[in-house]
């Protein structure tokens, strides 16, 4: 197994001080490596809220100090905490329909966002193969509230969400892979080694002024909706997507 996928970058900061006090505090080096990563799996899904950060290349110390996060995001902090602890791990690019953001952004904010927006998610090597690992980006606190206003739906996209069945998402790590978002992928830029060179080479998914406003002054009003969800649920008259 290369060393590079253990490495150290800007992104993947993991000698940062608040890094290595969560990893002692959590007491995750003393776990053998599938339990570690659940563990890890299990804080970066809940403790680390689904949210929308100031940007997608943004360090994994600002992801942990922000406590919330997106695909790309959540996925930056999932490697940096897995290459601190010595598991191998890379990323693997996307791009998704915006339609599964539908619910989390508000219906006045959609005309905004772009049709195909930048994904990726986590490979992690374990036992001699690589686990897809994705189904880290929504918090179960917010899960719930979606799968309680959708009731028995089957397959479903939309608030942040792209799975063949709802109510039972293959969102838990038991070693295997994992999903949340993965029915709604349009576009497969494969494996970057680094999430550095991930987005050095496709950028972020706003440019200029669109970028300046989102991070200004949209994400806080998706972020305000998530959170309402997440303490409210749904009303009934906005439960169709």
Known sequence: MTTAYLQETTLLDFSHSSIQQLISDKHWRALSTQNAIAAVYSFVRDEILFGYNADDSIPASQVLADGYGQCNTKSTLFMALLRALGIPCRLHGFSIYNALQRGAIPAYLMPLAPKRILHSWVEVHLADKWLDIEGFIIDRPFLRQVQQAFGDCGKFSGYGIAVPCLQKPQNDFNGGNTYIQAEGIADDFGLFT?????????GSNLRGVKK??????????????VNRIRRLGIPPARSKV
Do not use: E, G, S
Request: net charge positive.
């Open 194 to 202: 680094q999430p550095d060179d991930f987005y050095a080479k496709h």
């Open 212 to 225: 300046l406003l989102y991070r200004y002054v949209l994400r806080h009003l998706i972020n305000y909706n």
